[in-house]
RNA sequence: UGGGGAGUCGCCAAGUGGUAAGGCACUGGAUUUUGAUUCCAGCCUUCGUAGGUUCGAUCCCUACCUCCCCAGCCA
């Protein structure tokens, strides 16, 4: 992966920007990732940043980031802020300057203006609950409002006086005259204004009336030149009134609208609203928790862009539902750490084991990875006591085991061929320590006339250093947490999705910076936690993910 | 029952008239001082169903079935 750059794979979105591009009604494509700053990126919205700017960078155009801050109720600065240390952690930058769709505000209140003269909005003052009577269901037409006449000069009189401050909040809206008996329910009249006077991040208090999200982000879209405007299935039948708002006012740009199906990912939820209620639900620790699908919670977990980006390139993009396997995240992830993750042995679950020949042992250089001799090498010191995993010794070991045993051998990797003689119990026969023997001509040999199957990790407890192992398994304890009618996804949380736990590690990782990821040799690959991690002082591992086991699997 | 979408291997996903890519997962086997990595091999005679057109259909036509989205002054 991290060699040769992976092969494009086709998507209907590439097919139709090569016709764009070969018909020449584009030179030069430019999109742009939309968010609302509402909420911490999560990894469907990772799907839609590698979509929108690997598009620009794969056909040399621009990809904007603009934020589309019109409900200024939900945004704040922080979430923001957040958002724009995502993208570029994930590898991206915008073209130019950040973009907001709040700096259209006036051109988009001119633009309504414009439609008013035309006769093609109207204020209305029906309530909310009126509201909903007149726009009938999915299978009865609306009916008209009985503003919906209302002449140019009043509903310009009563616009302006909207935006002046004149009316209370919720107490009217400016509607776009479309088709109360339109089958689409987006075009029956949609709001395009309401009054709220709530604090814009951007625009204070300035506005007090906001304009609705179809409204602007076709607008929006036109200003900035875009050509391929992509979203979600959910907005394919907003797709008229993407239109028709462009081919109603004065504008040069008509974007182009195309939806692409959203990412769910089993085990998890790719839910904003359901993610912030996790976290202020203190079912997680934050939007950072490393067993969140956010951008920022895979990244204090140990993921990386180049994994995450890969992740983004095999699950492709298409119109069709789906759910993704974790595998796939985990396996993209597995393969970029591969290359680039030191190897050390560490024991998370120790069980002591003394040696009763050590003397003489040598201590031994290994490299820090197999593959790559540019890692480097370091020391692996040995003593008279030492740990091994508790789970690599068995008295009674099933068929195929090659581990340790009452009796057998086994390898200590980068080290000596060790032997078991002697199992030490505890009152309730618990295997509280195991004495064992090395042979001291196997040390970067392998033994004389026999052979020696099983390689295990282990660390000397003379040399070694205590750390704190956070382990995590999936969020929930169904695949898909979202799909009971009956139950919340909240009953699906994985009590067992953190285990924290003490082990001991090899002394070379004791100066590690945070976000350093190591190989734990047979554990897997782990991550010193960028919040609580402290080099030389203690050390926090956050297991990413485990290696690929064709042992322990049932 | 209105409108808009989607149905290709367990999970993703190319292909869209010329006889089913690839990845993940899985199963064998080789190498290995990580049961890792790497490497080789296998894995849908078939594309939601039923008809039709055609020398030939996943692709075109017809009917049907299943699933998803839409009735916020959210995005």
Redesign the pocket.
Known sequence: ?SGAPQ?V????I??IIDADLASGKHNRIVTRF???P?GYLHIGHAKSICLNFGLAQDYHGKCNLRF????P??ESEEYAQSIQDDVRWLGFQWDGEVHW?SDYFEQLYQFAIELINKGLAYV?????E???EY??????A?KNSPNRERNVAENLDLFMRMKSGEFA?????LRAKIDMA?????M?D??IY???RAHHIRTGDKWCI????????CISDALEGITHSLC?????????LYDWVLDNIVIPCHPRQY???RL?L?YTITSK?KLLQLVNEKHVSGWDDPRMPTVSGMRRRGYTAEGIREFAR????????????M??M???V??DL??RAA?VMAVINPLKVSLTNCDGAQA?E?DF???HPEFGKRLVPISKDIFIEAG?FAEV??S????LTLGGEV???????MRCNEAVKDASGQVIELRCSIDHD?????PEGRK??????WVACEYTLSAEFRLYEQLFTVPEPD?DKEKSFLDFINPASLTVVQGWVESCVKDAAPETRY?????GYFCTDRREHQPGGKLVFNRTVT???????E
């Open positions: 992966m092969p794979i086709s998507n209907f590439r097919s939309p968010p609302e509402n589309d801050d019109t409900n109720e939900k769709a209305d003052d029906l309530t909310p009126q509201m909903r726009r009938g269901t999915l299978t009865q609306g909040d919720g107490s009217m809206v339109s089958p689409n329910m987006n029956r949609p709001a309401r009054i709220r906001y304009p609705m999200y179809d409204y602007t982000h979600t299935l959910e907005f394919e039948d907003h797709r008229p939806e692409f199906s769910e089993h609203r095999r699950i492709g993009v298409s119109k069709s539902e789906n759910i993704v396997d595998a796939i985990e396996s993209a597995r393969d591969e290359s190897r031994r290994a990875h197999p593959n690599d070991p099933p195929g085991w090659k581990r390898r200590l990797r980068h080290s000596y061929v196997t040390l970067g040999k392998s020696v199957k099983g390689v295990i990790h799909a190989q734990f040799e047979r554990l290696l690929r086991d064709s042992w322990t699997k």
